[in-house]
């Protein structure tokens, strides 16, 4: 067992809480009942796609013989949707020109080979295509954060379990595949940052500005621990379990900090 998960079982076996008609069983109580890594995913409509689209509606407890396809394609089928979700981002964040046309171009890409027959997406390397794109979006990353200047910290890949950040500005900061794990950054300004990939479980989001932040994904969100005062993209949803703000002294300490200069 893990933190994530209160039991063990083998991947492509069907999880005991999953009914009948395909739903969680627990799905009100996963936080209760230890299941907070399910708690957090987000296949990016993957599973629909597959069982939908790809898949023309079978029924792999039907038919049996389709189960171990279905899930090696839905593998594959998640990295495209949620690259999808991330080149949707950077058409947000760039202005008309060639870069723009260069990351819709990859998109249409990926859009057209999320429709591809599940051979192809079962021969399909996923990682190897993931790598490419990060490229693209590390181009992305650089253009919006020059907007804050070379002084914004390059903690790309970084260690930072734990970490000691409250109230730190990091406005600008790349964080892409850092590992925040209980990282304190209560009231921290992460403007502009680059989040992409930052693993956020149990991080200290309370009274933070992560509202211009980049490639933030609702998932992070999801695993960290905010509150109402934690400002957020308006394209992501405040996760119902965070609590009340932090006291208003606390809070107005935070707004004291982002009013100086730099």
């Known amino acids: 067992m ?14 005991s809480n999953l009914l009948t008609d395909f ?5 009100d109580r996963l936080r209760d009942r230890g299941f907070p890594g399910c708690a957090v995913f987000d296949c990016f409509g993957a ?3 597959v069982t939908q689209v790809t898949f023309g509606g079978q029924d792999w407890r039907r038919k049996p013989e389709s189960a ?6 839905f593998t594959v ?3 495209l949707r949620e690259l999808l979700w991330y080149l949707a981002e950077a058409l947000s964040l760039v202005p008309a020109g060639p870069l723009r046309d260069e990351i819709d171009s990859v998109r249409e890409r990926t859009e057209c080979l999320t429709g591809a027959g599940p051979d192809k997406l ?3 390397d996923a990682n190897a295509y993931r790598q490419e794109i ?5 181009r992305v990353s650089e253009v919006v954060r020059a907007e804050v ?3 914004a910290p390059d903690h790309r890949g970084a260690d930072l379990i734990g970490a000691n950040l409250r109230r730190a500005d990091l406005r600008g900061a790349s964080f892409r595949g850092a590992y925040l794990l209980g990282a304190d950054l209560l009231g921290a300004d992460l403007r502009k940052a680059d989040l992409l990939g930052a693993d956020l479980r149990a991080a200290d989001l309370r009274a933070t500005d992560l509202e211009e932040s980049i490639f933030l994904t609702q998932p992070q969100l999801d695993a960290a621990k905010g509150d109402t005062a934690t400002r957020i993209p308006s394209s992501l949803i405040r996760p119902p379990h965070w609590p009340a703000a932090a006291p208003a002294a606390e809070q107005a300490a935070v707004r004291r900090r982002r009013r100086r200069p730099r």
């Open 134 to 138: 990060g490229v693209l979006l590390a």
């Open 77 to 79: 089928m998640r990295q």
């Open 2 to 15: 893990s933190a994530d998960f209160a039991v063990n079982k083998p991947a492509g076996q069907p999880c």
């Open 122 to 124: 079962v021969r399909f």
């Open 149 to 151: 200047g070379e002084s």
């Open 23 to 27: 739903r969680c069983g627990i799905h």
């Open 68 to 73: 171990s396809s279905m899930f090696a394609v």
């Open 47 to 49: 599973g629909q796609q």
